[in-house]
């Protein structure tokens, strides 16, 4: 079975600042993919970033960007400039070839001003 | 940009009765998926739709649950006789094809059983 595992329950950034979102995730498959999505208080999802595992590089898009650590099922979001409108629960989710998502129990992120 | 809809963003309805939950998919993909998503936890996979059919389903889908495309737009989760636990977002996303990846989630429909 497969488990998304992120530890932060609540987090907490001045504007402007860096922060760092935590995801493990558990699985025996060698081909998958994972995300990060964004819920406001709109409760819409949307994607963040998305990361193919058998890429070595790390995503990136304009002020996200992740950190994959395949061997250690690690993969953590990093946010850059952290603006208000960051302000949103996130999570992460693991998906096996084009299947079902399996998501985490999320992080809400407050951007401070 | 195309984008997945959900109709009602909220219902409202008593123990017992039937809903139906609407969702109307990007429209050149081909893969549909049903989540919820209890206050507070996390988003739950309910079901996923293909070709006409269902490919996988989770425990949660139980009996009381059912998918349909009536037509080449709408995708559709009914529930048969609600439950106060059926209290919950229910999102609606789509895939464009067996190749990508990326699921595209709807605004979600806030369903509260009374």
């Known amino acids: 079975a497969q488990t998304v595992t992120q530890s932060q329950p609540e987090m907490s950034v001045q504007e402007a600042e860096t922060v760092t979102l935590s995801c493990t995730y558990d699985?025996?498959?060698?081909?998958?993919?994972l995300f990060w999505y964004k819920q406001p208080p709109s409760r819409q999802m949307i994607l963040v970033i998305r990361?193919?595992?058998?890429?070595?590089q790390n995503a990136t898009e304009n002020r996200f960007s992740v950190n994959f650590q395949k061997a250690a099922k690690s993969f953590s979001l990093k946010i850059s400039d952290s603006q208000l409108g960051d302000t949103a629960m996130y999570f992460c989710?693991?998906?096996?070839?084009?299947?079902?998502?399996?998501f985490g129990t999320g992080t809400s992120l407050t951007v401070i001003p | 940009e195309p984008e997945v809809t959900q109709t009602p963003s909220h219902q409202v309805t008593q123990m017992g009765q039937e809903v139906i939950l609407r969702c109307v998919p990007i429209?050149?993909?081909?893969?549909f998926y049903w989540y919820r998503q209890i206050l507070g936890q996390k988003v739950e996979f309910l079901v996923s739709?293909?070709?006409?059919?269902?490919?996988?389903k989770s425990e949660i889908f139980d009996d009381q649950f059912s998918v349909e495309r009536p037509d080449g737009s709408n995708f559709t989760l009914k529930i048969r006789s609600t439950k106060l636990e059926d209290s919950a977002m229910y999102f609606c996303?789509?895939?464009?094809?067996?190749?990508?990846?990326?699921?595209?989630f709807g605004p979600g429909t806030r369903l509260t059983v009374l």
């Open positions: 699985t025996s498959e060698s081909n998958y993919y």
């Open positions: 996303a789509s895939r464009e094809d067996r190749v990508t990846d990326t699921q595209y």
């Open positions: 739709f293909y070709n006409n059919e269902i490919s996988e």
């Open positions: 990361q193919e595992a058998y890429k070595q």
């Open positions: 429209s050149n993909h081909l893969y």
């Open positions: 989710a693991f998906m096996k070839l084009r299947n079902q998502f399996y």
